[in-house]
T-cell receptor
Framework: AQTVTQSQPEMSVQEAETVTLSCTYDTSESDYYLFWYKQPPSRQMILVIRQEAYKQQNATENRFSVNFQKAAKSFSLKISDSQLGDAAMYFCAYRSDTGNQFYFGTGTSLTVIP | GAGVSQTPSNKVTEKGKYVELRCDPISGHTALYWYRQSLGQGPEFLIYFQGTGAADDSGLPNDRFFAVRPEGSVSTLKIQRTERGDSAVYLC???????????FGQGTRLTVV
C-alpha cells in the first residue's frame, strides 16, 4: 500500500508571511495524483490544490503553490501571504491513476499568528 | 444538493448498540467513499462505491461494519455492536466518475460510551 508521510505535526507562521508544509510519499506507480486538503474545525475537508504526476509544472492556486519533486517523491505546499483564515489542519493525500482510495498523511496543524 | 451532506452531525451511543450514519452525495456523483478519522490522525479508507455496488470494501475493519447504497445515491454506514474503539469522525466523500478529486462532507462524530 502507498504511504504518505507528513513529518511536521505543527507549524506556525506570522500573518502575511510564507510557510511551507512538507509531504513525502512512497509508491511504485508512475501515474498518480497528489492533493493538499485543508480541514478547519468544522471538520469538512476542503481541496486546496492538486497535482498530476505526469505534469512537470508545479500547480498553483492563488496564494497556494506546490513543489513537486517526482524523483524524490516529495510534494510540499507553500502558502504565501498567510491569512488568519488559513489556520487549519492540512492533509497531504495520494491517489493512484487506477486506484479508488485516497491515502492521507497524519496532517500538519497550521497556526497563523496575527 | 450543493455539497455532500452527512447526518447526524454528532452521535453518542452506548457500547453494544447499533448505529446508522447517512451520507447524501453531490447530485450526479457516481463514486462515494467512506473514511474514518481517529483523533490526531488522517482519514483512513473504509469503503468505495461505484454506483450501487461496493467496488472496494477492503478498509472495513471487521464484519460489524457494513455499508449500502441501494439506489446509487444516498449511502448508509451501519455499525453493529459498537465498541469504544469505534469512536471517531466518519467522513463521506463523493466524486464524478473520471474525476480525480473527491468532495467531502462535514462528517459524523461518533462517540461510543
Amino acid at each position: 500500500a502507498q504511504t504518505v508521510t507528513q513529518s511536521q505535526p505543527e507549524m506556525s507562521v506570522q500573518e502575511a508571511e510564507t510557510v511551507t508544509l512538507s509531504c513525502t510519499y512512497d509508491t511504485s506507480e508512475s501515474d498518480y495524483y497528489l492533493f493538499w486538503y485543508k480541514q478547519p474545525p468544522s471538520r469538512q475537508m476542503i481541496l486546496v490544490i492538486r497535482q498530476e504526476a505526469y505534469k512537470q509544472q508545479n500547480a498553483t492556486e492563488n496564494r497556494f503553490s506546490v513543489n513537486f519533486q517526482k524523483a524524490a517523491k516529495s510534494f510540499s505546499l507553500k502558502i504565501s501571504d498567510s491569512q488568519l483564515g488559513d489556520a487549519a489542519m492540512y492533509f497531504c493525500a495520494y491517489r493512484s491513476d487506477t486506484g479508488n482510495q485516497f491515502y492521507f498523511g497524519t496532517g500538519t496543524s497550521l497556526t497563523v499568528i496575527p | 444538493g450543493a455539497g455532500v451532506s452527512q447526518t447526524p452531525s454528532n452521535k453518542v451511543t452506548e457500547k453494544g448498540k447499533y448505529v446508522e450514519l447517512r451520507c447524501d452525495p453531490i447530485s450526479g456523483h457516481t463514486a462515494l467513499y467512506w473514511y474514518r478519522q481517529s483523533l490526531g490522525q488522517g482519514p483512513e479508507f473504509l469503503i468505495y462505491f461505484q454506483g450501487t455496488g461496493a467496488a472496494d470494501d477492503s478498509g472495513l475493519p471487521n464484519d460489524r461494519f457494513f455499508a449500502v447504497r441501494p439506489e446509487g445515491s444516498v449511502s448508509t454506514l451501519k455499525i453493529q455492536r459498537t465498541e469504544r474503539g469505534d469512536s471517531a469522525v466518519y467522513l463521506c466523500a463523493s466524486s464524478l466518475m473520471g474525476y480525480t478529486e473527491a468532495f467531502f462532507g462535514q462528517g459524523t462524530r461518533l462517540t461510543v460510551v
